[in-house]
């Protein structure tokens, strides 16, 4: 059986990286509840549609990166490959318009399939969060703010950098759409075949090209700010006047946009050069027109999404577990006694090690080597006097105590 491998771009998350990834996922759901969001889980499969509508027919994750299959019933069914659209979709399909703001955080798989790379899987996981309902710059900066406290109790914080931008409103962006068109016009035939399919469909799209020729036509192309009406702008100087505020520092990137056309104001990521080519820890921005997009009434939103792989490469490693402690019986009659003592010491809230075979120097060395903090020997001197023999691994201290004065002789191993 050793030919069986995990299908190309999945892994699997062994106990260590496991450790990581949880406490990713629960340091990030305990911040987010501090400001108000509330968990939600949406299926790993939804109805092709919710993401081809909403992705857009030229974005790559539609074009070349989705997992969609027909199933039995005929249906075309996509593996989730970002969890945005599936909550919108879940908002607008649960009837929860009367209960505006929303505020979701959510984690969980995603599917794309890309060129594995580090920090980077076919099936990877995601934490989020999603504020529904609020049209002030002030929810923009809260999301924000929420990302920068997650990667603070995370202490990675400072190895990352804030980068932020304005997509402006939707009369912005289409006066920057016009001024972009006529630009990479100029340099069609030189650009990309993505980019010439991008041009006239989401001319924005060609700023993030990684074609190295697009990249030298993209370095001189118009900025997003020469295109921003007065109320756009006020609306960003509102967003860096809270950040700054909140002591929350940041770097102005004139060349992050989103693509897609529901987008619009702030758009920001907290990059890393710790990752190699994959920089972006976090990413989000203002989505006021995607649920408009997926047949909701007109409902701004604000949100973003973060790779737990890749965070979980930069957080100190985690305690390994609670405080174990081995039970080491000596003989038939010990083991009995000490199968049914480890069942009552769980229940009172110890985490016990108790192998079910072995004699006492092998289950000492295994007492060792998953690091128990203490060790308790049942032997025919221990039942005679209904008690236990309790070691200190640490300090190699026995000290006695009976059955009944145990769980609190124990407390201090908790």
């Excluded at 979701?104 to 995601?126: L, N, V």
């Excluded at 100190?316 to 019986?329: F, G, H, K, L, R």
């Excluded at 300090?395 to 124990?410: C, D, H, I, K």
Aim: charged content about 25%.
């Amino acid at each position: 059986m050793s030919s069986l491998q995990p299908v190309r771009g999945t892994h699997d998350l062994l106990p260590e990286e496991m450790r990581r990834h949880r406490a990713v996922t629960d340091a990030a759901q305990s911040v987010s509840a501090q400001y108000g969001y509330e968990e939600i889980a949406t299926p790993i499969f939804e109805f092709t549609n919710v993401f081809s509508r909403t992705l857009g027919d030229t974005s790559d994750v539609v074009t070349k990166e989705m997992y969609t299959f027909e199933d039995k019933g005929g249906e075309m069914i996509t593996l989730r490959p970002e969890n945005t659209a599936s909550v919108m979709r879940a908002y607008l399909s649960n009837g929860l318009q009367q209960t505006l703001p929303c505020r979701f955080f959510y984690r969980g798989p995603m599917f794309r399939y890309e060129r594995p790379q580090k920090g980077r899987q076919r099936q990877f996981h995601q934490i989020g969060i999603e504020c529904i309902g609020i049209p002030a710059a002030e929810a923009d900066v809260e999301v924000i703010a929420t990302g920068a406290h997650i990667l603070k109790s995370l202490g990675i914080l400072d190895r990352t950098t804030l980068e932020i931008n304005s997509l402006g409103d939707t009369d912005s962006r289409n006066a920057y759409r016009d001024t972009l068109v006529e630009y990479f016009s100029k340099y069609e035939s030189s650009l990309s075949k993505d980019s010439k399919e991008r041009l006239t469909k989401n001319p924005m799209r060609i700023l993030d090209s990684k074609d190295e020729n697009d990249r030298k036509i993209v370095a001189d192309a118009p900025l997003m700010p020469d295109s921003m009406n007065a109320e756009s702008k006020g609306f960003f100087e509102t967003v860096l006047m809270r950040l700054d505020q909140l002591g929350i520092a940041y770097n102005l990137n004139t060349r992050l946009v989103r693509g897609l056309d529901y987008y619009c104001h702030t758009a920001f990521e907290f990059t890393t050069t710790e990752l190699g080519a994959q920089g972006a820890v976090m990413a989000g921005g203002r989505y006021d027109g995607l649920i408009t997009q997926m047949g909701g009434p007109a409902t701004p939103g604000v949100g973003w999404a973060a790779g737990v792989e890749r965070m979980s490469m930069m957080i100190d490693e985690p305690t390994a577990q609670a405080n174990s402690i081995a039970i080491v019986p000596i003989g038939d009659e010990a083991f009995d006694k000490a199968f049914s003592l480890a069942h009552q010491l769980r229940h009172a809230g110890f985490a016990i090690d108790f192998g079910v075979s072995g004699n006492m120097k092998k289950r000492m060395k295994r007492a060792d080597r998953v690091g128990a903090v203490a060790a308790l020997m049942i032997g025919e001197d221990e039942l005679a006097r209904d008690g236990v023999t309790i070691r200190d691994m640490e300090t190699g201290e026995q000290t006695e105590a009976s059955f009944a004065s145990l769980e609190s002789q124990l407390d201090r191993y908790r």
